[in-house]
């Protein structure tokens, strides 16, 4: 199955077809077949003379995809920060009044940004979601924040101690 | 400081304390406009309008102007001044909302600051006296900020709605600060805390001290936790109670959480075994977030930084509050300080969630007011 990755344009137009015609009629899962037989013949014939070079292309192309991925999923904390302050300025600036019969203009509703403008002004970080203390994977998850817990390598008294001794 | 330059323009109520004190440790003028602008009742409440009076008691020279329904705010800063002052906070915000603007700004007065706060000293919103006490001052003292004067006392505990407490605050003044190197929090040695009642049975606290300690032992076996029971004229005008912790590490690094009763005439009676055991989970919650400073006092902690010497300083934090995400924008446009932010994931250890690394260099602020002896 991996063989056929490389070429996924030409192989998934074929496929897309295929589960609805398979059901009745059989010369249409002859021609599947004999398509599946070119594709091995394409892949064995790519394989022999540019094989390796495909494969890094395809390789980069991935490594790319992949690294796009990650920056979605991890929260770009510099652009949440710094990135948003020049879009909220503008929306102070630009009013986008309607208005009706050019007398009366629609008060918009409060949107997000207007609400957090008036709300209670205070430095305390609230705990949204709770963790269950009683549970003791949760317990042990900041077990080594204390001097009870395990110390790194360089730190270890009784590490030390030993290697003092020696 | 410079005058000339433009104002800043905002909108809303919300982080009014950090624009002034941004603005006043800039020289920068700010308008601050539709304050509350939509509520039934507008404009500026109470306990915004007593802050603003503090304002103005501890500089020399602010321009305050606030339009007739007080939904617009001018403030151009004066000099800070400092000396001997005297406050009436209002009772709708305990003095942690007003003390922690004052933290931001003592350092940098003429004249030591050094200020008697009345109101209510513990409540359910604001960070606490006894927490600021035990977690803002040791922040302080690591940029330098320190000596006989620099001190914070709660002479009287008031709860809300009544108030009536008292808290002195020195804090003596500073040319420049060190910049400051805090990546690595250490490990929590010990845990104290002060379990306070008024105008209650002193056995409340004890009941809270009990509960906190049967969680946290399972931790650490180093805690203690003071009960504080005033009486008469230094237990306020309410009755309640409630608990603070802190988590000392072995590199100075100290963690909060804390826990009040519900005021007097509203909402359900609490237990304090509930109270004391929530407050205890608080902290479990606090730790997982951990990092090398307080969530309540992040803001302070960078608001330092950026004034240090021009030197980098580098912190480790928890996750960003809110409110500090706001406070570097703010920093941003006052200072034109960008932090660098890099996000540092837990991986396999065990010592809580992921935290963040926050780098900058100092705008190398000094305090030319300062009189030289």
Known sequence: VRKKLPKPSQEGGGRKLGPENIIGETSDVEDLFKEEEDYKEENNYSTETSGTLKWKEDLSRKAAE?????????PNLRKLIYGTVTEDNEEDGGDPREEIGGLFHISQPDRECKHKADSLDCSKFLVEAPHDWDLEEVMNSIRDCFVTGKWEEDKDAAKILAEDEE | MATSTHSLGYAGCNFLRQRLVLATLSGRPVKIRKIRARDDNPGLRDFEASFIRLMDKITNGSRIEINQ??????YQPGLLYGGTVEHDCSVLRGIGYYLEAL?????????????????????????????????????????????????????????PPGGGGEVFF????????????????????????????????PQMA??????????????????????????????????GFGLSLVAETTNGTFLSAELASNPQGQGVAVLPEDLGRNCAKL????IYRGGCVDSTNQSLALLLMTLGQQDVSKVLLGPLSP???????????????MFKIETKPCGEELKGGDKVLMTCVGIGFSNLSKTLK
Do not use: W
């Open chain 2, 323 to 337: 409110y500090t995400i706001e406070f570097l924008r703010h920093l941003k446009s006052f200072f034109q300080i």
């Open chain 1, 66 to 74: 992949a690294f796009l991925r990650q920056q979605q999923a991890t």
């Open chain 2, 206 to 239: 004890n009941r809270i001290v009990d509960s906190a300690r049967s969680i946290l032992n399972k931790f650490i076996p180093d805690i203690y936790i003071y009960t504080d029971h005033m009486k008469g004229l230094n237990s306020g005008k309410s009755p």
């Open chain 2, 69 to 74: 329904t007080g939904t617009t705010l001018y």
């Open chain 2, 170 to 201: 020195s804090c003596p003044v500073r040319k420049a600060l060190k910049p400051i190197q805090l990546t690595d929090p250490g490990k929590i040695k010990r845990i104290r805390g002060v379990a306070y009642s008024v105008r209650v049975s």
């Open chain 2, 103 to 159: 933290l931001c700004l003592a350092p940098f007065m003429k004249h030591p600051l050094k200020i008697v706060l009345r109101g209510v000293t513990n409540d359910q919103v604001d960070p606490s006296v006894d927490v600021l006490k035990a977690t803002a001052l040791p922040l302080l003292k690591q940029f330098g900020i320190d000596g006989e004067s620099f001190e914070l006392k709660i002479v009287r505990r008031g709860m």
């Open chain 2, 283 to 286: 902290l479990l919650e606090e």
